[in-house]
């Protein structure tokens, strides 16, 4: 998870990151060259891209819209990680709607600000930072989630772009693992969910995401970073044992050599290699999950 843990990590990595100096990290978080920095989709779509407002029981969520051009095709929830809607995550949604998804990625921090709600190239080690996108993301409950959830699939069904015969699928990443969880253990339209370094998704609370799993029918899609793994190494299992005593068919994984935030192409810490086996996978489980 997000924590003063993984501020030490990070810092520890970019200190002996020697090929890649100050100024490149900054264009990273930043955003520029974001284009350049995941590879091409083969094949790719053509596609509709829109900023929408969406009306929910607690305000109005901006969100991010992003389509194939012509057709219907299954749609994805994508939720983002502490840091909020901003370019890599719309980067990342182009990507997936060029494979023939529709794409909504909504500010999860709408009750507090509009996205973007960091400046950009704003880093989570810097505790500026961590102390405004921490004290939003108090607000936030098992209740928002699921209710958010259940306005953001209400919206998908009814876009013309979206097949509504054909399941949904939900990413996240960091804090939206819970919420990958939590969308999918409380609706029926979910076929598949992916979670990338997710964190909470099994504690010892009441409204751990993990006791969830009972009410799921859709395929899983667990990855685990390492440092995640080895500060609470029994998570993985706890998901393990819940999902098969459910049926339910679930790809766990901890991949190796990986940082808390691996996967956003604006993070510090992105391995392009592990971000890329886990974008394979994700792809590969929609196209069985949601056919």
Not at 154 to 159: H, S, V
Not at 224 to 253: C, G, M, T
Request: proline share 6%; aromatic share 8%.
């Amino acid at each position: 998870m997000c924590n003063e843990r993984t501020v030490k990590e990070n810092e520890e990595f970019l200190r002996g990151k020697a090929d890649l100096n100050r100024r490149q990290l900054g264009k990273a978080a930043a955003g520029v060259g974001l284009a350049m920095m995941l590879p091409p989709v083969v094949n790719a779509q053509d596609i509709t891209e829109s900023y929408i407002d969406i009306t929910t029981p607690d305000g109005v969520a901006d969100s991010f819209f992003v389509r194939p051009s012509t057709g219907q095709h299954p749609a994805v929830l994508i939720w983002t990680d502490i840091l909020g809607l901003r370019p890599a995550f719309e980067m990342m949604a182009r990507r997936l709607a060029q494979s023939g998804y529709s794409v909504l990625v909504p500010n999860p921090f709408y009750r507090s600000a509009r996205a973007p709600v960091v400046e950009p190239g704003a880093s989570f080690q810097d505790p500026v930072v961590r102390e405004r996108v921490f004290g939003m993301r108090s607000i936030l409950t098992e209740q928002t989630d699921i209710s958010d959830a259940a306005t953001y699939v209400e919206f998908l069904d009814a876009q013309d772009s979206v097949d509504s015969n054909r399941k949904m699928g939900t990413t996240g990443y960091c804090m939206g693992g819970p919420m990958v969880m939590r969308t999918v253990g409380t609706n029926n339209r979910m076929g598949a969910g992916g979670t990338f370094h997710g964190g909470g998704l099994a504690t010892d609370q009441q409204d751990s995401p993990h006791l969830l799993i009972p009410q799921m029918d859709a395929s899983m899609l667990i990855c685990v970073a390492a440092n995640d793994d080895e500060e609470a190494p029994e998570v993985k299992n706890i998901l393990r044992e819940a999902f098969a005593a459910e049926n339910v068919s679930a790809e766990i994984e901890v991949y190796e050599g990986t940082l808390h935030g691996w996967c956003p192409p604006d993070s510090a810490v992105y391995h392009e290699a592990q971000a890329e086996r886990a974008w394979s996978r994700l792809l590969n489980l929609f196209e069985n999950a949601l056919a």
